[in-house]
């Protein structure tokens, strides 16, 4: 069994010269290593479990977007694509414009803490927070308050998100895209995808496409697994279908390396101007929850 480290701020591997890139570095008893990255949002860095890497890390690493960059700059196993705007870059009649993946992503963290507590499972964890503030539209303002939690004694990871829109006569809603980022463990021959009981020949086969359907069910779990280098990795994602609805896949073998997401999302793949269709500028205040709990597992092929 691992010793759990205390957190640490360090540069992220792979980092670009020049960027001031800064993570916290958490670790447990079982092996799971995680990287938050509070200058984009508190996402999630790596991940890795006894060493084998889990995420997708881009030619641009895990820093904030710079001009540009965002299409590659998606680094680390969890970028958040929200709140006020998901998918495609758009500019509306009235002149906002809303870049690729929205605006949350590029805004650091607030009021960050770490802690040794209880985790929503009653068992011992560190527990990250923060809150994050998006003024691009200051008429339309979010606030993520972001919990995550890494038992001290599983592999596992627990994200909780509690989005609070204040509107000023905005026609503004609330959506959520969150990109789970797989890199080379995940990609070549041999991954398996499996949605609950279904096996999902097709999306291990994904070439490069993009492609959202319907959760089939309350509450959907789809597992990744690829034995490769004499071990066999998995990760395994549950989303909520109250709140997140739809499950995309993409696939971009023309990036280095290979990046191949699977995204819980809130709104199905129409543009913006269709998913706001009859909605009326309004004053007040809404919320959402959004949650995703990820489980990891690395096992030698030899293993009984």
């Given at each position: 069994?691992?010793?759990?480290?205390?957190?640490?701020?360090?540069?992220?591997?792979?980092?670009?010269?020049?960027?001031?890139?800064?993570?916290?570095?958490?670790?447990?008893?079982?092996?799971?290593?995680?990287?938050?990255?509070?200058?984009?949002?508190?996402?999630?860095?790596?991940?890795?479990?006894?060493?084998?890497?889990f995420?997708?890390?881009?030619?641009?690493?895990?820093?904030?977007?710079?001009?540009?960059?965002?299409?590659?700059?998606?680094?680390?196993?969890?970028?958040?694509?929200?709140?006020?705007?998901?998918?495609?870059p758009?500019?509306?009649?009235?002149g906002?414009?809303y870049?690729?993946?929205?605006?949350?992503?590029?805004?650091?963290?607030?009021?960050?803490?770490?802690?040794?507590?209880?985790?929503?499972?009653?068992?011992?964890?560190?527990?990250?927070?923060?809150?994050?503030?998006?003024?691009?539209?200051?008429?339309?303002?979010?606030?993520?308050?972001?919990?995550?939690?890494?038992?001290?004694?599983?592999?596992?990871?627990?994200?909780?998100?509690?989005?609070?829109?204040?509107?000023?006569?905005?026609?503004?809603?609330?959506?959520?895209?969150?990109?789970i980022?797989?890199?080379?463990?995940?990609?070549?021959?041999?991954?398996?995808?499996?949605?609950?009981?279904?096996?999902?020949?097709?999306?291990?086969?994904?070439?490069?496409?993009?492609?959202?359907?319907?959760?089939?069910?309350?509450?959907?779990?789809?597992?990744?697994?690829?034995?490769?280098?004499?071990?066999?990795?998995?990760?395994?994602?549950?989303?909520?279908?109250?709140?997140?609805?739809?499950?995309?896949?993409?696939?971009?073998?023309?990036?280095?390396?290979?990046?191949?997401?699977?995204?819980?999302?809130?709104?199905?793949r129409?543009?913006?101007?269709?998913?706001?269709?009859?909605?009326?500028?309004?004053?007040?205040?809404?919320?959402?929850?959004?949650?995703?709990?990820?489980?990891?597992?690395?096992?030698?092929?030899?293993?009984?």
């Amino acid at each position: 069994m691992s010793e759990a480290r205390d957190p640490a701020v360090r540069r992220p591997a792979g980092d670009l010269p020049g960027r001031h890139t800064e993570v916290l570095d958490l670790s447990n008893r079982t092996g799971l290593r995680v990287e938050l990255v509070p200058e984009r949002c508190l996402d999630l860095g790596q991940v890795t479990l006894h060493g084998v890497p889990f995420g997708w890390i881009g030619t641009n690493g895990i820093g904030p977007a710079g001009a540009g960059e965002m299409e590659t700059a998606l680094g680390g196993l969890l970028c958040t694509c929200g709140f006020d705007h998901i998918r495609q870059p758009w500019s509306g009649p009235d002149g906002r414009a809303y870049p690729l993946h929205g605006n949350m992503a590029l805004r650091p963290a607030k009021s960050v803490t770490l802690e040794t507590g209880t985790g929503l499972d009653g068992a011992p964890a560190l527990i990250g927070t923060a809150e994050v503030l998006d003024r691009s539209d200051e008429r339309a303002v979010y606030r993520l308050e972001r919990r995550i939690e890494m038992p001290l004694h599983a592999n596992r990871l627990r994200l909780r998100d509690r989005v609070t829109l204040t509107s000023e006569g905005r026609a503004a809603a609330i959506f959520a895209l969150y990109h789970i980022n797989l890199g080379s463990t995940f990609v070549g021959p041999g991954l398996t995808v499996t949605q609950g009981e279904r096996r999902r020949d097709d999306i291990g086969a994904l070439p490069g496409a993009t492609f959202v359907e319907p959760l089939p069910g309350e509450s959907a779990t789809i597992s990744l697994c690829r034995a490769a280098a004499g071990q066999t990795a998995r990760l395994t994602l549950t989303q909520s279908r109250d709140q997140l609805p739809f499950i995309q896949f993409h696939r971009n073998p023309v990036l280095r390396p290979d990046l191949f997401c699977i995204e819980p999302v809130s709104h199905d793949r129409l543009p913006r101007e269709t998913l706001l269709a009859g909605l009326m500028p309004w004053s007040g205040q809404i919320q959402r929850d959004f949650s995703l709990d990820i489980e990891f597992s690395v096992t030698p092929d030899d293993a009984e």
